[in-house]
C-alpha cells in the first residue's frame, strides 16, 4: 500500500513538473527538439507509476476480506475452504487459488503491459532526445 501512495505521489509529481514546464514554455510549442523528446519522457513515466499504483491498489485486499470477497467469487456464499494467496510485484499480480486449481486474479488484465509500454515509450524518448542533441550539437 505505501508503494502504491509513493507511486501515486511520483507520477503526480512528474505530472506537475511537465505542466509547470508547458507553463513556461507559454502552451504546447516546444523550445527545442530535445524538451519535446524529454517532455514525452517525462509523461511516459508518468503514466508508467500511474498506471502500476492503480494495479497494486486494486491487487490490495485484507486478509479479513478474504471470506467476503473470495468465497462469493467461487461458491456464490461465503464458504470457508482452502484459500492461498498469490501474488508478485514485477509482473503485477494479486489474487487467490483454491487447492483445486481454481484462481481469482484482481488486478486489472490490462495492468501489466500497460506500465511496461509506457516504460519502452520513455527509453524510446530518452534514446531519441539524445540522438536528436547530437545531430543539433554537430550541426552549430
Known sequence: MLTALFLAAAATALLVHLCAAMV???GLRVATPMSAWRDAAVGCFAAAAALYAFGLLKGCRRVEDEPRVCGPARYGDP???EVLPKGSLLSLSSGRSWS???GIEFVPSFVN??????LVGAAVAVLL???RHE???RNK
Do not use: I, K
Open 113 to 118: 503491459p500497460a506500465p511496461a509500454l509506457s
Open 135 to 137: 545531430q543539433s550539437r
Open 100 to 102: 483445486d486449481g481454481y
Open 129 to 131: 532526445g539524445a540522438v
Open 79 to 81: 464458504a470457508e475452504s
Open 24 to 26: 513556461r514554455r507559454g
